[in-house]
């Protein structure tokens, strides 16, 4: 096609886009403009579906979660439509299609990810809300098959490890900003900050877990950039980005998430003393069994602890312990001794995946009920990444977890003490160290189903298992 009849082709094509756009207006049809985006994402996902997946990723921080959209259902905008559409073509394209390197399922990450999927899959079978259960296992699938599986392959070229950080890092970055400027219209008020992030991130606790995911990764860019061989420009938006996600942090009054980067440190100074998973499993059940032999007292002096959540920095942070009358902790103390009495009901097969917030009421303990505590059990989950698949899908459900958590920190100790380059080691420290923040944090919230953390939390898995498979060997030895 010549440069004249390329001219004429785009002048038919503009007006024919302006004809039909006004047409649509005359009939009251307002979706025409978003043909143009929906066609470069059809082109994308035809030709380019690795640039495809870091623009969603972008999208991500600035999505905006809109209730009963579809069936009653919540959908996040744009990005949850697109992870959808996504999820489809890679079952197509890859597993039926059999493009797809099936490598990926031979990885011991991958074994131990989908028995959890499978026992979800079984648990909605035995669930108490059926229907609730497996739009939560289809939600749950998309988001593996998207961020894990997709992902994995696309880190085999290592440059999209860095591309997908920067993605989310970038955008949350400009939230943060956002967040920043509102607060700073009530003097960064501690009363405020639960929901100024809105409409976003929908409260504080999702917004600061976020936020300490990239914490630890771009603190070791700054110490190691130049060893990394980057250029000064980006350790210097390493710098920038971390200091505007630290007071991010910060601002959210996020005590969970002010904890993870405490438990993030300890486990970094683990690493730099190179001990073991072993070691740490070790030292971690030992501390597990001084409290449980010590409970009773323990119990007592966080019973003493009268400090409200809602007076400064220093106060806000001592509240944490306060098992007395702070509300908040209150509350979380119930939504706990809710999932241990449910689990004792069901032990095996819970109550079923995404159930817990329409089977806990009757199980909730009036010796733990708050001033916030509803009869109808309206108000959410477990608050707890652990106890809340223990009371959903049994013990085989969270022994399911744990093990996939063990199998991502046994190959991720791994890559960092043994890695073949010194890039694999710094990443793989890093991808560690954003992994702990999240688990420390789960202690206390459960937010793995949400898009804004389940792109970090899978995508984060899939990053250990591209590196483990196919970066641990030189390239050239890598079969295709």
């Given at each position: 096609?010549?440069?004249?009849?390329?001219?004429?082709?785009?002048?038919?094509?503009?007006?024919?886009?302006?004809?039909?756009?006004?047409?649509?207006?005359?009939?009251?049809?307002?979706?025409?403009?978003?043909?143009?985006?929906?066609?470069?994402?059809?082109?994308?996902?035809?030709?380019?579906?690795?640039?495809?997946?870091?623009?969603?990723?972008?999208l991500?921080?600035?999505?905006?979660?809109?209730?009963?959209?579809?069936?009653?259902?919540?959908?996040?905008?744009?990005?949850?439509?697109?992870?959808?559409?996504?999820?489809?073509?890679?079952?197509?394209?890859?597993?039926?299609?059999?493009?797809?390197?099936?490598?990926?399922?031979?990885?011991?990450?991958?074994?131990?990810?989908?028995?959890?999927?499978?026992?979800?899959?079984?648990?909605?079978?035995?669930?108490?809300?059926?229907?609730?259960?497996?739009?939560?296992?289809?939600?749950?699938?998309?988001?593996?098959?998207?961020?894990?599986?997709?992902?994995?392959?696309?880190?085999?070229?290592?440059?999209?490890?860095?591309y997908?950080?920067?993605?989310?890092?970038?955008?949350?970055?400009?939230?943060?900003i956002?967040?920043?400027?509102?607060?700073?219209?009530?003097?960064?008020?501690?009363?405020?900050?639960?929901?100024?992030?809105?409409?976003?991130?929908?409260?504080?606790?999702?917004?600061?877990?976020?936020?300490?995911?990239?914490?630890?990764?771009?603190?070791?860019?700054?110490?190691?950039g130049?060893?990394?061989?980057?250029?000064?420009?980006?350790?210097?938006?390493?710098?920038?980005?971390?200091?505007?996600?630290?007071?991010?942090?910060i601002?959210?009054?996020?005590?969970?998430?002010?904890?993870?980067?405490?438990?993030?440190?300890?486990?970094?100074?683990?690493?730099?003393?190179?001990?073991?998973?072993?070691?740490?499993?070790?030292?971690?059940?030992?501390?597990?069994?001084?409290?449980?032999?010590?409970?009773?007292?323990?119990?007592?002096?966080?019973?003493?602890?009268?400090?409200?959540?809602?007076?400064?920095?220093?106060?806000?942070?001592?509240?944490?312990?306060?098992?007395?009358?702070?509300?908040?902790?209150?509350?979380?103390?119930?939504?706990?001794?809710?999932?241990?009495?449910?689990?004792?009901?069901?032990?095996?097969?819970?109550?079923?995946?995404?159930?817990?917030?329409?089977?806990y009421?009757?199980?909730?303990?009036?010796?733990?009920?708050?001033?916030?505590?509803?009869?109808?059990?309206?108000?959410?989950?477990?608050?707890?990444?652990?106890?809340?698949?223990?009371?959903?899908?049994?013990?085989?459900?969270?022994?399911?977890?744990?093990?996939?958590?063990?199998?991502?920190?046994?190959?991720g100790?791994r890559?960092?003490?043994?890695?073949?380059?010194?890039?694999?080691?710094?990443?793989?420290?890093?991808?560690?160290?954003?992994?702990?923040?999240?688990?420390?944090?789960?202690?206390?919230?459960?937010y793995?189903?949400?898009?804004?953390?389940?792109?970090?939390?899978?995508?984060?898995?899939?990053?250990?298992?591209?590196?483990?498979?196919?970066?641990?060997?030189?390239?050239?030895?890598?079969?295709?």
């Amino acid at each position: 096609m010549n440069l004249e009849a390329k001219k004429k082709w785009l002048i038919g094509s503009g007006i024919t886009f302006m004809v039909l756009n006004t047409l649509s207006i005359a009939f009251e049809f307002y979706w025409t403009p978003a043909l143009p985006a929906l066609a470069i994402v059809s082109l994308l996902a035809l030709l380019r579906l690795d640039i495809l997946l870091i623009i969603l990723v972008g999208l991500v921080p600035l999505s905006i979660n809109y209730e009963n959209v579809v069936l009653g259902m919540g959908l996040s905008i744009p990005d949850e439509p697109l992870i959808i559409g996504i999820f489809l073509l890679v079952i197509y394209k890859f597993i039926i299609d059999g493009e797809y390197d099936f490598r990926v399922f031979k990885h011991p990450l991958t074994i131990v990810i989908l028995i959890n999927l499978a026992w979800i899959l079984f648990t909605s079978f035995t669930s108490m809300e059926k229907i609730v259960s497996f739009k939560f296992f289809l939600s749950r699938s998309w988001f593996i098959t998207v961020f894990y599986f997709l992902a994995v392959v696309l880190f085999r070229k290592f440059e999209y490890i860095r591309y997908y950080l920067w993605a989310y890092i970038i955008p949350l970055g400009a939230v943060i900003i956002i967040t920043l400027i509102k607060h700073s219209e009530d003097n960064f008020s501690q009363v405020t900050s639960f929901e100024v992030m809105a409409p976003f991130y929908i409260a504080h606790g999702i917004y600061a877990a976020a936020i300490a995911f990239f914490i630890p990764i771009l603190l070791l860019w700054i110490l190691f950039g130049f060893k990394l061989k980057f250029n000064f420009t980006t350790v210097l938006l390493s710098l920038f980005f971390l200091m505007l996600l630290t007071a991010g942090l910060i601002l959210s009054y996020t005590r969970a998430g002010w904890i993870s980067l405490a438990a993030a440190t300890v486990f970094g100074i683990a690493m730099v003393l190179r001990l073991r998973l072993w070691h740490m499993l070790s030292i971690l059940g030992l501390v597990v069994a001084l409290v449980m032999v010590n409970f009773d007292d323990i119990f007592y002096q966080l019973y003493q602890n009268k400090q409200n959540s809602a007076e400064g920095f220093e106060k806000h942070l001592e509240s944490v312990s306060n098992v007395r009358n702070d509300v908040s902790n209150l509350e979380r103390v119930n939504r706990w001794a809710a999932a241990i009495n449910m689990v004792k009901e069901k032990p095996l097969f819970g109550f079923g995946p995404g159930a817990y917030s329409f089977t806990y009421a009757p199980y909730q303990d009036p010796e733990f009920k708050t001033p916030i505590t509803t009869a109808f059990g309206d108000q959410g989950h477990a608050h707890s990444e652990y106890l809340n698949p223990l009371a959903e899908t049994g013990w085989i459900g969270l022994a399911s977890f744990l093990l996939l958590i063990l199998v991502a920190f046994k190959r991720g100790l791994r890559l960092v003490y043994d890695g073949r380059t010194f890039e694999i080691r710094i990443f793989s420290a890093g991808i560690l160290l954003g992994l702990v923040t999240y688990l420390a944090h789960g202690l206390l919230n459960s937010y793995s189903e949400q898009d804004k953390i389940a792109v970090l939390f899978w995508g984060f898995l899939a990053m250990i298992c591209a590196l483990d498979l196919y970066h641990q060997k030189p390239e050239e030895e890598i079969e295709d």
